[in-house]
Every structure is written in C-alpha cells, then in structure tokens.
C-alpha cells in the first residue's frame, strides 16, 4: 500500500456501498460500523458486521474506513466467535454458595439493581459514598463512561484500576507530557487527516523511534500500528529500543538491546550526545522552550559511557542513534508501556519530551503532534466530579493517604495502594463494596495478586459486570451483570481523531451494554442527574455534545497548565447523523487535530495566545509543574530495586532479568483465552528464553518452566529463541484457562502463570507513579512433577514460604491509627488527626504529637 493513491483507486467503492450504513446482501444485513471494547483494544477500526437474524456470523474490515483502510486484526477477524461463545455470561446471577464456590443463581435486572441499590443507599448512611470503590481497567470504551458513574451515581472519589500500583500504565506519560508540554503527543503518520498518505501538508517521519511499544500487536492508547508500517514502506528509518527484537528492531538502523528498566539512563546519555555536540534546534529552542540551561547543566555528565554500562549497551551506538534522531527532520518517537513500568516513569517520560523538543519536533508534520479527542469531546475523569458530595469527595485515597511521597494527588485516579491499605487495615476507613466493571482484578493488573484477593476477601459486597464469568467473579463477586458486546452496543467514542461511533447490529441474551446499566443504575441511585436521559443514545448525544471535563487523567495538570477543559465541544450533529449520514457513516475528523503548529497559531491557550497549553507558554525542558508536584525537574535514572546493580547478593540466587508483558496479536490482557482460533495460535502462556541460557539451565523448547523471585513463582513454557540476550527473559500476563476448573482454590488457575505472583504493591517511583514490572530479576528451572502448584501453596498459606511482604511505608501511622482505635479515639480523615471523643484532645496521626482542631 506504499502508494496511498493506488490504494484507494484499487477499491470498488460501489461494491462496498460507499455512504451507506447498512444493507441487504447475499441474506446478511451488514453493518458499518466501528469495532470498540468489548473484547478490549484500545482503539477501534472499521468494520462491516455481517449478522443473519441478530446474530453475528462474519466480519470483514472496511476499505473505505479511511482509519484503518480495511485491516483487522485476529482479534476483530474472529469476532463472531467472542461474540458467540458458549461460555459468555447470559443473565444477570448472584451468588448461592459461598465466594469461590461458582455456585449461582440467576436473578432478573430489577433484583440486581433492589439489591445494589439497598447496598449502596445503606453504605451511604453509614460511611458515606467515599467507602465504595469503582473499579475500571484499561482504556476499553468504559473510559468516560465509568468514572461518571462512579463519581455521579456510586458518589464516591475512589475510581481506579485497582490493584495496579503506581499508576504503572500510561498515567505517567499523560502527566509527564501534560507538564513539560500542555497537551500530549502522538506520532504523526497521518492519522489526523481523512486524506491520510496522501495530505499535502503531511510527510512521513524520518527517523521513528520505537521506544518501549510494539505498536503492531498493541496498537496501544488510540494509534494504530500498520499506520506505522505504511511510514516505513514511504521510506521511515527505524530506530528499535526493547530488549526484544521485534518487527521494527529487525528492520531497524540501530536496535538498542537496552537491560529492562535503565531507559531514562539512555535517555539522559542521547540528551547529553544532542546538547553537547550542538545537534538541537537552537532556533526553536530559543524562541519556544524554557529550562534549558537547567536541563544542559543536569545531563553533562550523563554521557554515553556512563550510559553504556548502566543500560548494557554499545557508547559509540548510544552516540550514533541520538545523531540519527537528533539529525532527522522530522524525526518521532513512538513511545509505550515500558515508559510507565520502571521507577524512572516520570523522569523518562520528561527525557522523551525533552527530545522531542530540543530537536524541533514537536506538533509537526511527521513529528509528535500534540493532540486532542476529536471535536474537543472530553468526558472522563473529571466530568462527574462535581457530583460527588464535596465531603465525601474530600476523602479521596490519593497518595498523601497511602504512600510516603510528598507531592500528593496529581493522578485523577484513586491511588491503588491508597485503596489496598484501606482494604487490608481500614486505614484511614474502611471499604464496604467494590464495583467492577470491565477488569479482571486479579488476573491481571494486580501486583502481588495472591495479597490482593485475600485483602478483597475483606469487601462485604462486590459486583462485576463483565462479558464473561472470569476468576475475580467467581473467587470475589456476589453479584455479576451481563455485559453487552460492541457488535451488540450503541455507543461513541473520541481517543483521539477521528470521532467513531458503534451501532448495535446483534442481540445476546439478556446481556445490556454498559451504558444501558449505567443508566438504569444511575436512575435509581441519582435520578437528578440520570433522569436527563431516557435512552442510551440520549446519554450518548449527552457525551458528544455536552459532556465536558478533561481527558486528561491529571486534576492538577488541567486546572494549572492545560487549555483542554473548553467547557463545550465543537460537535454539532447529533449521534444518530453520525452512524447514518452517508458523508459520515460512523465517523468524523476536526480540524484542530488537523492543524500543525497549533502554538503559532494560538490554539492551545484559552485566551487564544501564542505558545502552548503550559503555564509558561513555552516547552518546559524543566516544567514548573514538575515542581510543583514534588518531582525532580530535570531527567534522572532509578536503578530498579532488584538488579544487578541495586542487589549484586541476590544474583546468584536470581541471576536473569526477568521483564513481562508483552503484548500478542491473540489476546487483549486476560481476555480471549476461551477462543479456539487463539489458543490454536497461542496454546499456552510464553517465556522466551535465550538458547545459551535455556542450556546453561537445561531448559527445552516447549517445557513448562518455573520462573521465581524473592517473592512468588509462576510457571510459563520456554519458547527458546534469539530474539531475547542471554542475560534476559521475558514472560506474558493475563493467563488464565477458561478451560479448566473455575471454582476455588483453582481458580480457572489464574495463579498458576501470573507473572503477577511476583510483582509487588507499595514499590513505586518518585510521586508514587511507576513501578518496575518491566525489570525484576529472577531465576528459571523445569517444572518438575510434585510440585507444589501456586494454586495449592496460596489455598494453604496465604503465599509461597519465602514470600516477603512489602509494608506500607506509613505502617508506623498504620499502627498508631489502630493502637488510637482500640483505646476508644476517632479518626479525622480531613486533619489526619486522632480525636479523643470524650477530652477533644487531637493527635497528628503522622508525628503522633498532640494538635489543634
Ligand atoms: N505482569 C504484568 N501485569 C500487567 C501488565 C503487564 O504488562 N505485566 N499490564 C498491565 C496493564 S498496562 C493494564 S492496563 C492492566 C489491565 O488490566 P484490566 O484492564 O483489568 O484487564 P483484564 O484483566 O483483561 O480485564 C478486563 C475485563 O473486562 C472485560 N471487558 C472487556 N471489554 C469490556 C467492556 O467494554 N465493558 C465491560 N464491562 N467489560 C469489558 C473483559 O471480559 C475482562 O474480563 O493489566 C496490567 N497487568
Ligand atoms: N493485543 C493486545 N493489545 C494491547 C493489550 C493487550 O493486552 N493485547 N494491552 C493494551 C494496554 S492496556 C497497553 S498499556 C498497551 C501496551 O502496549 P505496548 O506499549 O506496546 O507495551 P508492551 O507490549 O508491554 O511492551 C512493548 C515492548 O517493550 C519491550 N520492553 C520490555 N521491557 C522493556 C524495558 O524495560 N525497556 C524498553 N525500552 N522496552 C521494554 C517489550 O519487549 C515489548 O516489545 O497495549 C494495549 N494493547
Ligand atoms: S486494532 Fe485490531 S483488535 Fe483493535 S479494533 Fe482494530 S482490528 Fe480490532
Ligand atoms: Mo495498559
């Protein structure tokens, strides 16, 4: 497709009913329309539904979709079998025997929603709304939609992905791009303009970093990989840094084998390469960005030798590749998970954006464009907020009540480890019911899973709505909803451009979407403000046009430096005129994302001013916001806890780096594993292990093995395979065996490979963001018969024996707090005081020294 324009002449626009959004054909209706969660992704293509008698039969991508130009992947290809599939969850059921027992009984909608509704109003009376938390997982088509649920009908501040510490996924580059920037960058490949290759004012990248992502099985946070592919067929020069070789290391100038968990070291040594031989845009810099003289000074002895050893690397590539990308015009950075999953999250995203600076790269063509969702469509974390009682949103369990960083609550999220401490120690309050909707907690972003399910235990009341009956139902929930797939969904979306929306074109069972339940709920929970709407599609009409708040998951960064909280979007039709209007059909671009040097031009500031959505106006290589949340202002590296260099004892019991997660074109985190085309693809979960290294531990190809660390072990089978050093191995996430036993203690054994099983909660980078799933050490052997299972040694202990808890870093005020309880003392959460009820004598609860009201 390297020619766009023979592309496009190539497709029968006829044949594929150009401007239509449904027809009859060949005894199908089919649909036009956008594929979007559930099953996950995190950005939607266009599709053609093709359904006989409400049921979805077969899928096949849209070549006029000028988003995706008719590629799927698997996961979309093989819809009809997710959407289909025997083991989805048909009616709303409650639990008949005791948690863990998979025993059920089916209930109707209006018993579900009575007995929700009593919980809540209950808990409301007696520890207010702030006692419940509502649980999302990653960025599926709940993003808005959930947290103003939370916020507007559960009324509570505590919404968050729970179980995953330090905000390890993505929170940290929107926060550490919203600082230093005003807006958040993506790469342009011409994703913005509905003329996509073919756009007069677009060029492709020069020079593309990929950095951390693998955009071709991810197609992580709103971008599409093969969008990527087609820069590279136009000529995109590729520079690969990732343990593993990928697609793009393979086709790669330089392929940086980086050691798991040192990227900031790098990035302060290509800063160091860029500033000292004078290879930034002096230009640019002296006309848009501030700090620099701070950033120069903080990087002049982070050299590519110092460099080189931290990270395991070459000095003269070091050298040479920040030529390569401080010479290119433009050049881009593609940049993923890997960002958020080191100690350094926050002072890595900041070196990512110090290059795209210094370099002139920043809202370009063909560089990182700094972007909206479309049309300024923006509900999200703060577009309920104000709907939560003041008082109860007050006591939101951000860091300053759970961690021991200062700088406190600049994550819109509800801190994890916040919430953990309240569960296992009631701490600063107890927690009475937990609302999930669309994650597995725990088999998936829980850290220290085994810790996690025994604090949920606690939970008096849990509720899951999910597609399918997973491990987190059938080990935690006493309540769990059917949830629609997207083939079965209205509904619309903005992550980015272009406006899409999805048509329901299938009916399953009593499955409802995620609107519809939130609606019904909210009605009974908050009629005020859910009474506005009759209809899903009237809530949806609603998003588009009214729904207000920020994108931006940082309450701070929107107040203090983004322009993005316009109040109003700049959609004007209304969502039935986007699924059918023939110049529509399912989507529409805008052209604030469309335009290029949009700080020239005055778009990013309110008051319609030059320079961008910071508070200084300029770039800030040194922003002040950093500052102002506690963090260092200028890019350092955290070695990870356990590492070669951190914990030279423990390499000879752990002598491997151990990182995870990567992601595979068959499963979107713990979901997909009940598909047949998948698990013929992918049977079981994967350890890539180097050959030298699977000899040295006589380990076979296609062995199960057992990966350990001072905490837990899970077991994967060795792939055996080069595209790992010897030095390295990296395991997957999310697996679980739809296939095997559901009820407890095995769990569909979701413990059995959970890399999770050796991960840990309270292990965080500066501001509490970050931890280093991506760099942990381990050691590797052969699963031998008579092991203990995991499943068995978490049923009988609790953990495996060498386990080793990680406390709380306030633990001393935890003590305090209870040590003050039981002698009869309240707790002020507000003062973070101990109160005498009797004397009114006050205690701080942090210096345990007596205070005043
Ligand atoms: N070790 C390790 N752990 C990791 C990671 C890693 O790299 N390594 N990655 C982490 C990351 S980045 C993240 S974001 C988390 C993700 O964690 P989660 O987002 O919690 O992912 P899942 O466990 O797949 O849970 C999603 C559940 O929601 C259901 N679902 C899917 N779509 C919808 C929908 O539209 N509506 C509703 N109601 N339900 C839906 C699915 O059936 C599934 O059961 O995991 C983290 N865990
Ligand atoms: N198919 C599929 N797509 C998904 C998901 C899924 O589960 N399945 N999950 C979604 C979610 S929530 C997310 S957050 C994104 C994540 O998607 P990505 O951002 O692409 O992240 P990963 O796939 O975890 O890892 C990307 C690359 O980082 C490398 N890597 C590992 N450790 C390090 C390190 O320390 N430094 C560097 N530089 N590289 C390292 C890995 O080898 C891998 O090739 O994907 C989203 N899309
Ligand atoms: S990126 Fe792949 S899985 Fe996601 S919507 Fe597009 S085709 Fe489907
Ligand atoms: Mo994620």
Redesign the pocket.
């Known amino acids: 497709m390297a020619d766009y324009q023979e592309f496009l002449d190539g497709v029968d626009r006829e044949a594929y009913h150009e401007g239509e959004w449904r027809w009859e054909e060949d005894g199908y209706t089919v649909t036009r329309t956008y594929h979007y969660s559930p099953p996950g992704?995190?950005t939607s293509c266009g599709i053609l539904l093709y359904t006989k008698d409400g049921k979805v039969e077969r899928v096949e991508g849209d070549p006029l979709d000028p988003c995706t130009n008719g590629k799927l992947c698997i996961?979309c290809l093989t819809l009809d079998e997710s959407v289909n599939h025997p083991d989805r969850l048909k009616y709303p059921m409650k639990r008949a025997g005791e948690r863990g027992e998979n025993k059920w009984q089916r209930i109707s909608w209006d018993e579900a929603y009575d007995e929700i509704e009593a919980r809540v109003k209950e808990i409301w009376e007696t520890d207010g709304g702030n006692a419940i938390i509502c649980v999302h997982g990653?960025?599926r088509n709940i993003n808005w939609q959930v947290p103003f649920f939370g916020q507007a009908a559960l009324k509570t501040p505590n919404i968050s992905t729970f179980g995953f510490t330090g905000f390890s996924?993505?929170m940290p580059r929107i926060c550490g791009s919203i600082a230093p920037f005003g807006d958040f960058p993506i790469v342009d490949a011409s994703e913005t303009h509905e003329d996509r290759y073919s756009n007069s004012e677009w060029v492709p990248p020069e020079v593309l970093v990929v950095?951390?992502?693998?955009?071709l099985?991810?197609?992580?946070?709103g971008y599409i990989g093969h969008w990527l592919v087609q820069c590279v067929q136009m000529g995109t020069k590729i520079i690969s840094?990732?343990?593993?070789l990928?697609w793009w290391g393979a086709r790669a100038e330089y392929w940086l084998q980086?050691r798991?968990?040192?990227?900031a070291a790098l990035g302060c040594a290509w800063l160091n390469v860029i500033i000292g031989e004078g290879l930034y845009d002096a230009d640019y810099v002296a006309s848009w960005c501030s700090g620099f003289e701070e950033l120069a000074e903080s990087v002049k002895d982070t050299t590519p030798e110092w460099a080189a050893e931290i990270c395991d690397l070459d000095a003269d590539e070091i050298r040479a590749s920040a030529r390569l990308y401080a010479g290119a015009k433009p050049g881009a950075i593609q940049w993923?998970?890997?960002f958020d999953q080191?100690l350094s999250a926050m002072a890595l995203c900041l070196a990512g954006c110090d290059l795209m600076a210094l370099c002139g790269n920043v809202d370009v063509p063909g560089g990182n464009i700094l972007v909206h969702n479309a049309f300024e469509i923006n509900a999200g974390y703060a577009s309920g907020e104000n709907l939560t009682p003041a008082e109860w949103r007050a006591k939101k369990l951000n860091n300053n009540f759970a961690l021991s960083v200062e700088g406190g609550d600049f994550v819109a999220h509800a801190s994890s480890d916040g919430l953990l401490q309240a569960i296992e120690d009631g701490f600063p309050y107890p927690i009475k019911m937990m609302w999930i909707q669309s994650s597995n907690t725990l088999s998936c972003p829980s850290q220290d899973a085994p810790r996690v399910m025994k604090a949920m235990q606690n939970i008096p009341f849990i509720v899951n709505a999910d597609p399918y009956v997973t491990p987190t139902s059938v080990a935690l929930a006493d309540i769990i909803l059917p949830v629609a797939m997207s083939a079965e969904r209205n509904s619309a979306r903005t992550w980015w451009s272009p406006c899409r929306a999805m048509v329901k074109a299938a009916d399953f069972y009593e499955a409802k979407s995620d609107e519809q339940i939130i609606l019904e709920l909210g009605k009974r929970l908050n009629p005020e403000v859910f009474g506005q709407w009759e209809t899903d599609i009237d809530w949806l009409n609603w998003y588009l046009h009214d729904g207000t708040g920020s994108f931006s998951a940082t309450t701070e960064a929107t107040d203090q430096g983004g322009a993005k909280n316009s109040g109003k979007t700049l959609f004007t039709a209304s969502w039935d005129e986007l699924v059918r209007d023939p110049s529509m059909v399912g989507h529409c671009y805008d052209e604030f994302n469309a335009t290029y040097n949009k700080a020239e031009k005055g778009m990013f500031r309110p008051d319609g001013s030059v320079g961008y959505g910071t508070p200084s106006g300029r770039l800030e290589l040194a922003p002040m916001l950093y500052q102002y949340w506690g963090l260092s202002t200028t890019p350092f590296h955290t070695e990870p806890p356990e590492s070669p260099i951190s914990t030279p004892e423990l390499m000879g019991e752990y002598p491997l780096i151990l990182?995870c997660?990567?992601?595979?074109?068959e499963?979107?985190?713990s979901e997909h594993r009940q598909l047949p085309t998948m698990r013929e693809l992918h049977p079981q979960p994967r350890l890539l292990v180097n050959p030298a290294t699977a000899e040295k531990y006589g380990i076979q190809d296609g062995q199960w093995v057992w990966i350990e660390n001072d905490h837990g072990r899970f077991k994967q089978m060795a792939k055996v395979s080069p595209v790992v050093n010897e030095k390295t191995v990296?395991a997957e996430h999310?697996w679980w065996f739809p296939e095997t036993e559901p009820s407890a203690p095995y769990l569909f054994g979701t413990f059995e490979s959970n890399p999770n099983n050796c991960t840990k909660a309270f292990v965080t980078g500066q501001g509490g963001v970050g931890s280093p799933i991506?760099?942990m050490i381990c050691k590797i052997y052969p699963v031998r018969e008579g092991d203990t299972m995991p499943y068995q040694q978490i049923a009988e202990a609790g953990n495996f024996p060498w386990y080793e808890k990680v406390e709380s870093p306030r633990q001393d005020e935890i003590d305090r707090f209870h040590a003050a309880l039981d002698k009869g003392m309240e707790f002020d959460v507000m003062a973070n005081q101990l109160v005498d009820p009797a004397s009114g004598e006050r205690i701080d609860l942090k210096t345990g020294a007596k205070a005043e009201a």
């Open positions: 992704c995190h996961k990653t960025g996924c993505y950095w951390g992502n693998e955009p099985a991810s197609n992580a946070d840094i990732d343990p593993r990928t980086i798991p968990g040192t990227d993923g998970l890997a080191q990182t997660g990567g992601r595979s074109f499963f979107f985190h990296h999310g991506k760099g």
